[in-house]
């Protein structure tokens, strides 16, 4: 079983960054082993995915506007390209996932605006 760990940031009010994130995870044929409740900075969900499925995981999370680091995205795009250059075989390759989720509130979100703007 392969094993990865995301982290990603989002401004989704808590609750809705809950609900759409464990229906892609459905969506996309996986199953939730574990769902910690959304606090005030972050979201934590672990959940499994097979290795077919993990392009169609990857594209849903860009729709759905969660903001993954550059590892995250270096991560994903390495399970993709396993998935494709993998020989046909009987036995599914499970691929296992922590996803940690900073959630940004709007006054947090708009002074990192204005330190990105004022530092150029």
């Known amino acids: 079983m392969l094993k990865i760990a995301l982290h990603a940031y989002s401004s989704m009010d808590q609750l809705e ?11 996309c044929h996986g199953w939730i082993l574990e769902e910690q409740p959304p606090s005030l900075a972050a979201y ?8 077919t499925n993990i392009s169609d995981l990857y594209g849903a999370f860009q ?20 998935q494709k250059h993998l020989p046909v075989s ?9 996803l940690h ?20």
Request: a negative charge.
């Open 17 to 27: 960054l809950q609900e759409r994130l464990v229906r892609l995870v459905v969506d």
């Open 44 to 51: 934590h969900l672990r959940f499994e995915v097979g290795l």
């Open 63 to 82: 729709q759905s506007g969660l903001q993954l680091t550059p590892v995250a995205h270096r991560a994903l795009t390495e399970m993709c390209l396993c």
């Open 90 to 98: 009987n036995e599914a390759q499970i691929v296992s996932i922590d």
């Open 101 to 120: 989720v900073g959630t940004l509130d709007e006054e947090r979100l708009h002074f990192r605006r204005f330190v990105r703007q004022n530092s150029v």
